[in-house]
């Protein structure tokens, strides 16, 4: 059996905020990507989110709000945060945040941590779910853990479909910008921290802070890490990659970017026009669809400059062809 996937409106909306409210996972889109929603107050709910993902426990989850007042609630804002959420909320920024000790959010949405990234976000289907729930709705992206992220309702169906956990997928076509938020930590006394690269540019952010956003300590093991979402293989399609091609190669299928990649042979283009916007909306679809056509061959992916949305873009690109061992 497949879960009902049904396209959203009042009442499919209300079936859904029941479903939620009674402990279930619904799907639901938002402008970033598909998200895996459960009661965020509910820790059995939010347990079978990691259940349904398969998804190791020590990766915290975003907590979906539908405004900044909701948010305080849950957790504490200091100035830059409070800046960020006036320019960037609703949409696709994520605020890691300490976590108020008298919020009703379950423990295991930060997985040991005291703080909670939140996020509000600008999808109308996503801010009537949590209206009519009437709960903080804890959504990672709505895949089996280790996989891209679905941008379409159909991309949900195919990853969780035969999930008995998940009772509906709420259906509202393409994610408008393809890419997960950002992720912003504030670490006490220090300098805001770009945690995940993703649909708000570096760029944007440190223009409202009036300063550089630091960049995350590095880290190679699995204990401490401060963003666990950046375990090196969180978007693995089944076939190799190999990135900045100029020459295809004949075992290997060809994603494009750019004017110059039809005459290279390539089978999709991740921006004709070379828009890092289009291109990442496009990225997760067009590396979905390339793995279904592999057929034993490797993925090659062309250059995607650095700058803008390009660093998301990249950052993704490169865990999708980190050695997965
Ligand atoms: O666009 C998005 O952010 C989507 C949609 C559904 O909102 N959600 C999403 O969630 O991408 P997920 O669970 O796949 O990614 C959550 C990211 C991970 O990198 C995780 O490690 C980080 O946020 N994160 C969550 N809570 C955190 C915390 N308390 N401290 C540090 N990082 C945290
Ligand atoms: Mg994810």
Redesign the pocket.
């Known amino acids: 059996m497949t879960v009902p996937c049904v396209t959203a409106n009042d009442e499919t909306i209300a079936e859904a905020a029941n479903a939620l409210r009674a402990g279930q996972l619904v799907a639901f889109p938002?402008e970033?990507?598909?998200?895996l929603g459960a009661d965020a107050t509910n820790d059995e709910a939010v347990a079978r989110i990691f259940e349904a993902k398969g998804r190791p426990r020590f990766?915290?989850?975003?907590v979906?709000v539908s405004g900044k007042e909701e948010a305080g609630q849950h957790v504490t804002f200091m100035p830059e945060a409070e800046k960020l959420a006036a320019a960037f909320w609703p949409g696709?920024l994520?605020l890691?945040l300490p976590r108020r000790a008298d919020t009703p959010l379950s423990l295991l949405?930060?997985?040991g941590?005291d703080?909670?990234?939140i996020?509000v976000?600008a999808h109308s289907i996503a801010q009537r779910l949590i209206e009519a729930t009437g709960r903080p709705l804890a959504?990672?992206?709505?895949n089996a853990s280790g996989k891209v992220?679905p941008t379409r309702a159909e991309h949900v169906v195919e990853s969780l479909g035969h999930s008995p956990l998940l009772a509906m997928v709420l259906d509202g076509g393409a994610c408008e910008m393809g890419l997960?938020?950002t992720?912003i930590?504030f670490p006490e006394g220090g300098t805001p921290t770009l945690?995940?690269p993703?649909?708000i540019a570096r760029d944007d952010i440190e223009k409202v802070l009036g300063a550089p956003l630091a960049d995350p300590e590095p880290q190679s093991d699995e204990a401490g890490r401060?963003?666990?979402?950046?375990l090196a293989s969180h978007y693995a399609p089944n076939a190799p990659i190999r990135l900045n091609v100029r020459e295809k190669e004949n075992d290997e299928i060809l994603l494009g970017f750019g004017p110059d990649a039809p005459s290279l042979g390539a089978s999709l283009n991740l921006s004709v026009k070379g828009d890092l916007t289009e291109a990442a909306a496009n990225l997760f679809a067009m590396l979905r669809a390339l793995d279904e056509q592999a057929a034993g061959r490797r993925l090659a992916v062309m250059p995607v400059p650095h700058d803008g949305l390009g660093e998301a873009i990249n950052d993704r690109l490169s865990r999708a062809a980190a050695d997965r061992g």
């Open positions: 938002t970033t990507v598909y998200g990766n915290p989850l975003i979906h696709g994520t890691v949405v930060s997985a941590l703080t909670v990234a996020r976000p959504a990672p992206s709505a992220s997960e938020s992720v930590g945690l995940r993703g649909a401060s963003s666990p979402g950046q």
